[in-house]
DNA sequence: ACGCGCTCCGTAAACGTTTACGATACTAGG
DNA sequence: CCTAGTATCGTAAACGTTTACGGAGCGCGT
C-alpha cells in the first residue's frame, strides 16, 4: 500500500481531489455526472468518493448554485391537529419521498411551533432559504401563506385547497364527495334528520365538507338545519361531545356523520351512556381510516383512500412547478381531489321504519 | 421621501450595508450582537433590517461558521411507527421546541424513508451537514446509528435507549416501572395468569417492557411463561390478534397488558366476539394516553404521563452535550426516565374470586 | 503544414456570510 | 504636544462548491 488508504475523516472536495490527483474542479464535475469528462477518470473519482466516504457539503453548494435539493413539508400541529392527525403526515410524506427521492431531493418536516405564528414561521423558512419549495397543509379557508410564497417566488404546493392564492396547485382528499356519498346513503336508509361534525378551527376541509353535505341535502329536498352541523375537535373528546350535543337536540337527528374515524370512540361512550346503540338507535359514517374503523364495536361504516398515493400526486404537482422538474411531470393536473371509497360497517346497516 | 423605500426584493447583507451607507463587516456585527459596534448604529441597522425584510442566508452562514442552527429529529415512520406512533412525535416536537426556540435553534424532523436503510439515511444527512445535532428515535436494541454518531463527531441524544452508544445520552419513558406497576395492580386484583403484548420489530422499548413484565413477576413469585409474551403490532389490528393469541391458549390468561392503548380496540372487538366481556371476564390495562383511554367501554385503565414535558427535558439533555451550549446545562442528568401516572378504568377493576 | 473541431481538463471567479486584523478617531494622562 | 488606550468601523480572507472560460492535446481533412 502506497500511502494512506485509511479513509481519514474527509475535509472536502480538495482532499479527495488531490488524493486523485486531478483537479478540484474535475473532481466535481465527475461527480455530478457532467458530460465532459472521461468515463475513466470518472469511475476513478466515483470510487475514490466512495471509498473515502466524500460527500457534498451542502452548505457550498447551496451557497453557490442557490439550491438546497431539499423539499419542505410545513406542519403546523396546533393543538386541534396533534389531537385528530395521527399518521396522516407520516403516510403522506412515505408518497412524498417514493417521488422526491428518483430526483435525489429530500424531504423535511417543518414543524410550526405552537407559540409561533405560521406566517411568520413560513416567513422566517422561506427567508433563510433552507429549502427550494414548500408543500403547505392544514390550508386555512383564507391562508395568507399563499401569497407570501407567491410573492417570494418560491415553488409551493398545498396539501389542502384555500380560497387564497388562486389556482394554486393541491391535492386534497375528496371531503365533498365524501359528504354527499355519505348522505345519500344515509337518505337511502329512511335518514332524513342528519347531523354532521366540523372542526373546530378555520381549516379549508371543515368548509368543504360542509357544503359537500349541504349540497346532497338539497339535493334530496331536506331542508338545511343549522342545529345540525356540530363544531368539535376530531377526537375522541369530541365525537363525546358531538353525541352531548346530539342529545341535547329536542328533534334528535336518526344519524350522524363524523369527519373523523376515531371521534366514533367517544360517540359511541357517550350514547351508550343514554342507553342508545350505535348501529341500531342511531346512524353513524365516519371517515378516512377504514382498517382503524373495522375494529369498533359496530363496525363504523367508512371511507377509505390511499394516504400514500395521494402524496405520490401531490409530489407530482409539486414537481411540476418547480422548473428544473417540470419537463419530467408536463402534464400534469395541477389540482386533484384524491376520491375515497366506501368501505360499509354495521354502524348505519339499519334501516328506518319510514324508508321503504 | 427620498429614494426607494419601498422593500424591493433582499439580495444579501451587501444590499443592506450599501442602503445604510456603511461597512458590511459592520452590518454583520451588529445583527449578531458582536459587542464592537456603536449602539446607535446596531439600531439603524436592526431597523433597516426589519424594514427590508432581510434574513440572513443560511447557506452562506453555514458555510462559513461551520454551524447551521437546525437540529434533526430522525424517525423511520417503519410500517409499525405508522401504525402506531400517532402524535407522539408531534407532541413530544412541541417540547424540545419549547426549550430550542429559547435559543433560536430550529427542529426539523428528517423521515427516513421506508425502502431505505435508516443507517445509510443517517449518514447522508450526517454527511451532508445539514443539522447541527441529531435527535434518534425508536432505538432497536443494538442500534449501530450510535456509532455512526459518535464517530462523526455529531452531538445528538436518542429518545428511546440502547445498547449501543455506550452511556449515550437519552430520555425515555419508564416502560420498566409501568410494566411493573400493572403487574403489581393486577396481581393485587388476585390474577395470577398474566399476558403482555410487545412490538414485532426490534425496538428497545419492547424488551425494556418485557424485562419490567418479567421482574415483577419474578416478586410475585409467578412463573414466566414465555407464551403469555405475545408480539403483534401497536394498532387495533395488532390487538386483534393479541386476543386471538390468547383465545387459543388453553390455561387462558384473566389478564393482558397493552403497550399501546388503541390495541384495546380490537382486542376488545375480538374477545366480545368470543361472548367475553372486558373489564368483566378478562382485565385489561394500557398504556401512554389517558384521554383516549377514558373514551373506550369500558374504560381502560391505562398510564398516562406528559409527553410535551418529556420533550422538553430531552432538549436539556441535547443542548448540554453540544459545546455551544453545555454551559446553559451544566448539571443535567443525561439519562431520563420518564415518569408516568396510573389513570384507573374499568377496564381491570374486577377481582378474582380467588383473591381474598 | 495548417486550421479546425473535439475531448478532456485546469484555473479562477462567484455564491453570502463571518471574523481576524488593521485603521481611524477620539479621550485621557502625562 | 505626545502617547497609550479605547471605541468603532472598514478590509479582506475564508468557508466548500459549481461552472464559465480557456488551454492542451489529438485526429483529420485540405
Redesign the pocket.
Known amino acids: 500500500m502506497v500511502d494512506g488508504g485509511k479513509p481519514r475523516p474527509?475535509?472536502?472536495?480538495?482532499q479527495?481531489?488531490e488524493h486523485l490527483?486531478?483537479?478540484?474542479?474535475?473532481?466535481?464535475?465527475?461527480?455530478?455526472g457532467?458530460?465532459?469528462?472521461?468515463?475513466?477518470?470518472?469511475k476513478r473519482v466515483l470510487a475514490a468518493a466512495e471509498q473515502l466516504g466524500?460527500?457534498?457539503?451542502q452548505?457550498?453548494?447551496s451557497?453557490?448554485?442557490?439550491t438546497t435539493n431539499v423539499i419542505g413539508l410545513m406542519i403546523q400541529s396546533s393543538r386541534e391537529t396533534v389531537e385528530n392527525s395521527d399518521n396522516f403526515f407520516l403516510t403522506v410524506t412515505g408518497g412524498l419521498q417514493s417521488v422526491f427521492s428518483r430526483h435525489n431531493l429530500d424531504l423535511i418536516m417543518l414543524p410550526c411551533p405552537h407559540d409561533e405564528d405560521p406566517y411568520e414561521y413560513l416567513k422566517r423558512m422561506v427567508a433563510r432559504r433552507i429549502v427550494d419549495a414548500l408543500i403547505l397543509s392544514e390550508t386555512q379557508r383564507v391562508d395568507k401563506r399563499f401569497d407570501l410564497l407567491a410573492k417570494a417566488k418560491i415553488p409551493f404546493a398545498a396539501l389542502g385547497r384555500s380560497l387564497s392564492g388562486t389556482q394554486h396547485p393541491w391535492a386534497d382528499l375528496d371531503f365533498d364527495s365524501v359528504a354527499n356519498s355519505a348522505v345519500d346513503r344515509l337518505v337511502a336508509h329512511g335518514h332524513r334528520r342528519i347531523a354532521i361534525s366540523v372542526p373546530t378551527s378555520d381549516i379549508n376541509l371543515g368548509f368543504v365538507f360542509a357544503e359537500g353535505y349541504r349540497r346532497a341535502l338539497q339535493r334530496h329536498g331536506i331542508p338545511y338545519d343549522p342545529a345540525l352541523v356540530i363544531r368539535a375537535q376530531s377526537s375522541e373528546q369530541g365525537g363525546y361531545q358531538v353525541a352531548d350535543e346530539l342529545l341535547r337536540l329536542e328533534d334528535r337527528p336518526t344519524a350522524v356523520i363524523l369527519i373523523y374515524e376515531l371521534m366514533a370512540i367517544g360517540l359511541y361512550r357517550r350514547v351508550m351512556e343514554a342507553g342508545i346503540i350505535p348501529g341500531r338507535d342511531i346512524a353513524v359514517v365516519g371517515f378516512r381510516e377504514a382498517p382503524r374503523a373495522k375494529f369498533l364495536q359496530p363496525a363504523l361504516t367508512c371511507f377509505r383512500t390511499s394516504l400514500h398515493d395521494l402524496g405520490v400526486e401531490l409530489a407530482e404537482i409539486l414537481l411540476s412547478v418547480m422548473p428544473a422538474y417540470s419537463h419530467f411531470y408536463p402534464d400534469t393536473n395541477r389540482q386533484a381531489t384524491w376520491p375515497l371509497e366506501l368501505v360499509p360497517g354495521e354502524s348505519d346497516a339499519f334501516y328506518l321504519p319510514s324508508a321503504k
Chains 1, 2 share one sequence.
Open positions: 474527509m475535509k472536502g472536495i480538495r479527495l481531489a490527483d486531478i483537479s478540484i474542479g474535475t473532481v466535481s464535475r465527475a461527480l455530478n457532467k458530460p465532459d469528462v472521461n468515463e475513466e477518470t470518472r466524500y460527500v457534498a457539503n452548505s457550498g453548494r451557497l453557490r448554485q442557490g
